[in-house]
């Protein structure tokens, strides 16, 4: 049950930091939102409005509170608990759209900024930025995959002032694919290697296969093959897709080289941030083995949603995921020291993957160079010396497929003594 509480002018309702699961909308009186901001490291404040909810994210997420809640004049606030708060969500259709876009919103900021540090956002129009996209998975013989942007780009944007280039890339790289067909190619060993890089990470379904089994849903499955391009980077955002068997690629073309952003598995959503705001597709999804999907679009979109709140609910769900992925990706990219910024790559992994003791301090990560260049957003050469250095000092040990951390402990007091060192 929903209980009303007064707070006192200079009270506080939570510290940035805390693990609370309760949810607060403002009644009557004057709430702050104090945080620090990840770029600047400046303080940044946000006042409540009468009505709002606040906690939201680290409440549905589970994850620390980002922000100090500071009762600057009396106050009487709504508390709820997440099951309290999701029963009022899914009766209020208003709420439920109001609530997804601002998070839409948020997600979308993060990304700009993240593109903006990574030197990724030129401002290109959406045909040359698909013809790149198309251009990075060629560089990486990825031929059908290649071929499908093509495809996308001719069919989305038929006027567009590359489509004769786009035409002869497509030409050349179709007689390539059909040469890999005849040698027995390279997807498949491409797409074995993705799962078991999947089947290596840590994920949590979003629980939303049980809402789509009923046969009404049938008419909205679509099956990809292997290589398959689903949606493409820059291409109008019209639909969206639930997940139902197979994996899922999310990558993304940085100054025309193809980055890995995610895998994803059955039961999770993509594509649903674009639908929202009628903006380009932020990265390119691939199907990695054969993937059985449900295809929504925007007409269907809110009715779906308000006539099943379990739906929305998962939605606001992977909005706060991501937020706090992001901001913790975006958290790396700020770091100017080169070293500072590779340990807390080496952080944010070890914060995905807790080990089971406590007090394990020599963890193994399923990561190579390359992908520790792309997380730290550095140049490969570079990373590669850094990473020489940890070796020569033994706090590392690099293999093919994975690197070791003789003590996480020793990578987060790097981020700590560099971080203290940049507030002198």
């Known amino acids: 049950m929903p209980k009303a509480m007064q707070y006192t002018k200079g009270s506080i309702i939570y510290f940035s930091g805390d693990r609370d699961e309760r949810i607060f909308i403002l009644q009557q009186g004057l709430i702050v939102l104090t945080s620090t901001d990840i770029e600047t490291g400046a303080p940044q404040t946000e006042h409540v409005k009468r009505g709002e909810f606040f906690g939201v994210k680290s409440a549905l997420g589970h994850f620390p509170r980002e922000e100090t809640a500071t009762v600057i004049a009396d106050s009487l606030v709504i508390v709820l608990?997440?099951?309290?708060?999701e029963k009022m969500f899914s009766e209020n259709r208003a709420v439920i759209m109001k609530m997804l876009r601002v998070f839409s919103n948020q997600l979308r900021a993060i990304h700009?900024?993240?593109?903006?540090?990574?030197?990724s956002n030129a401002d290109v129009d959406q045909p040359t930025g698909m013809f790149s996209v198309a251009q990075s998975f060629l560089e990486d013989e990825q031929y059908k995959t290649c071929c499908d942007v093509c495809m996308k780009l001719l069919s989305r944007f038929p006027n567009a002032s590359n489509k004769e280039e786009v035409a002869k890339l497509y030409t050349s790289t179709k007689?390539?694919?059909?040469m890999q067909k005849q040698r027995g190619g390279n997807q498949r060993q491409i797409a074995a290697a993705t799962v078991e890089a999947a089947e290596n990470t840590q994920g949590s379904p979003a629980g939303a296969l049980k809402q789509f089994s009923l046969p009404a849903f049938s008419r909205f499955a679509k099956t990809f093959e292997p290589g398959s391009v689903i949606i493409a980077e820059y291409e109008p955002g019209?639909?969206?897709y639930l997940i139902q068997s197979g994996y899922v690629q999310l990558v993304k073309c940085v100054k025309g080289?193809?980055?890995n952003l995610d895998i994803l598995r059955p039961s999770e959503f993509f594509g649903e941030m674009a639908i929202l705001e009628n903006s380009p597709r932020s990265a390119t999804a691939v199907a990695v083995d054969k993937v059985e999907v449900l295809e929504f679009n925007k007409e269907n979109f809110e009715l779906l949603i308000t006539g099943n709140p379990q739906i929305a609910l998962i939605l606001l769900k992977l909005f706060c995921k991501r937020i706090y992925d992001q901001k913790r990706r975006f958290r790396i990219l700020v770091i100017e020291?080169?070293?500072a910024r590779i340990a807390d790559v080496?952080?944010?992994?070890a914060e995905m993957n807790a080990p089971l003791d406590p007090n394990e301090r020599t963890m193994r990560f399923n990561l190579t160079i390359q992908d520790i260049s792309h997380w730290a957003g550095l140049p490969v050469d570079i990373v590669r010396d850094e990473i020489n250095k940890f070796v020569e000092k033994r706090k590392i040990e690099v293999y093919d497929s994975y690197i070791v951390v003789s003590n996480i402990v020793d990578m987060r007091r790097i981020v700590d003594t560099r971080a203290a060192l940049r507030t002198v």
Request: avoid cysteine.
């Open 81 to 85: 608990n997440v099951a309290e708060f």
């Open 112 to 119: 700009r900024k993240t593109e903006s540090i990574l030197n």
């Open 175 to 178: 007689r390539r694919l059909d």
């Open 238 to 240: 019209d639909s969206f």
């Open 257 to 259: 080289a193809k980055k």
């Open 337 to 339: 020291d080169t070293q």
């Open 346 to 349: 080496f952080l944010m992994f």
